[in-house]
T-cell receptor, first 114, second 116 residues
Framework: ETGVTQSPTHLIKTRGQQVTLRCSSQSGHNTVSWYQQALGQGPQFIFQYYREEENGRGNFPPRFSGLQFPNYSSELNVNALELDDSALYLC?????????????FGSGTRLTVV | AQSVTQPDIHITVSEGASLELRCNYSYGATPYLFWYVQSPGQGLQLLLKYFSGDTLVQGIKGFEAEFKRSQSSFNLRKPSVHWSDAAEYFCAVGAGVGDSSYKLIFGSGTRLLVRP
């Protein structure tokens, strides 16, 4: 059974640029969620994808967007990067809505915006 | 509004000593509760979870937690701490989102330091 894998591990971008982060879900999980963890804080929910559609969103601006693909993998896109977007971005997969039994998290992508 | 409070930012214990990390939650319905551990620069590893049933939950690495509805608490315990337990610990509650799904609301974490 494979876990959640994220790429890249680390990334440095310039303010105003755009970035794409990738996630492959755990085998058997078809729901993917993204979290942002700023330094010294707990993770914050960004959004969740199920059946290739957004199924819930946290308090993040529209420049944070996502995609889910038929193989359940997912992308997080952030446009017009700001310095405050520097954080660890965590992907988490789970069973379908209605069968929720917890999340499996990946190791994260460390994004630094300079 | 749903929230999770971890009142201790840092805790230092000696190796072999017992440990209790505090967690209080605010949630209207019966909560789904979780404890995760995070080593520096790493993702989150699930220690244990509570959904229903027995209020004393056993997890991995010798950890346990007790759900106390009357106190809105879900404290994490370990009888004897090992140096490898030094990490950041997060308590979380599952809150409804979207169509029949859940998101996790995390506390701000407790950093555990272990003295030799």
């Amino acid at each position: 059974e494979t876990g959640v894998t994220q790429s890249p591990t680390h990334l440095i971008k310039t303010r105003g640029q755009q970035v794409t982060l990738r996630c492959s879900s755990q085998s058997g999980h078809n729901t993917v969620s993204w979290y942002q963890q700023a330094l010294g804080q707990g993770p914050q929910f960004i959004f969740q994808y199920y059946r290739e559609e957004e199924n819930g969103r946290g308090n993040f601006p529209p420049r944070f967007s996502g995609l889910q693909f038929p193989n359940y993998s997912s992308e997080l896109n952030v446009n017009a990067l700001e310095l405050d977007d520097s954080a660890l971005y965590l992907c988490a997969s789970s069973l379908p809505p209605g069968q929720f039994y917890g999340y499996t998290f990946g190791s994260g992508t460390r994004l630094t915006v300079v | 509004a749903q929230s999770v409070t971890q009142p201790d930012i840092h805790i230092t214990v000696s190796e072999g000593a017992s440990l209790e990390l505090r967690c209080n939650y605010s949630y209207g319905a019966t909560p789904y509760l979780f404890w995760y551990v995070q080593s520096p620069g790493q993702g989150l590893q699930l220690l244990l979870k509570y959904f229903s049933g027995d209020t004393l939950v056993q997890g991995i690495k010798g950890f346990e937690a007790e759900f106390k509805r009357s106190q809105s608490s879900f404290n994490l315990r370990k009888p004897s701490v090992h140096w490898s337990d030094a990490a950041e610990y997060f308590c979380a509650v599952g809150a409804g989102v979207g169509d029949s799904s859940y998101k996790l609301i995390f506390g701000s974490g407790t950093r555990l330091l272990v003295r030799p």
